[in-house]
């Protein structure tokens, strides 16, 4: 059974080809193909390091190859990275016209996003996983940071959740 997240995706894709929403349709095209990029890259990442896989069915594999709504909002937030990046380049290089575009496109990734948190939230997230793992200080980061990052994955930006760690584990206290 396909994640929610993809199967949204699959309808608004449909709703967009019916009501000629341009941007939207090719944005929503663009996503799909980057899941299902990284499903392909999954299935034979599966095969590869399983290789009583490599004999199940093909349907075993394409089901165990599905991303989880959390994947999905990964290549969701890298698709949002490559627009801001693009954004950026476009108005050094004053293409305002490409700007608008890709605003375009942005606006219609970030409405697929969960609502971002605020860095208070973050802090108070990252004291209540420190105190978990009974992090100490800087060296104890390798031990939070795969925690917070999964709890806060697509909620909040990895730079920001990683500055907020460090500051919190060099002034303990």
Known sequence: MDAPLKEKLNSDLKE????GDKVKLGTVRLV???????????????????????SASEAEIAKKS???????????AREIKQRNESIDAY?????PD????????L?????YMPKQVSREEIVVAAK?????????????KGRVMPKIIGELKGKADGKEINAVVTELLNNPG
């Open 16 to 19: 967009a080809l019916r009501g």
């Open 32 to 54: 799909l193909a980057s899941v299902s990029n990284a499903e392909i890259a999954k299935r034979a990442k599966l095969t590869d390091a399983d290789k009583a896989l490599a």
């Open 66 to 76: 599905q991303l989880e709504d959390g994947d999905i909002l990964s290549v969701i």
């Open 91 to 95: 108005k050094k290089g004053n293409r």
């Open 98 to 105: 490409l700007v608008a575009q890709e605003e375009a496109e």
């Open 107 to 111: 606006a219609v990734l970030q409405s």
């Open 128 to 140: 209540r996983i420190i105190a978990e793992v009974g992090a100490k200080g800087p060296n104890d």
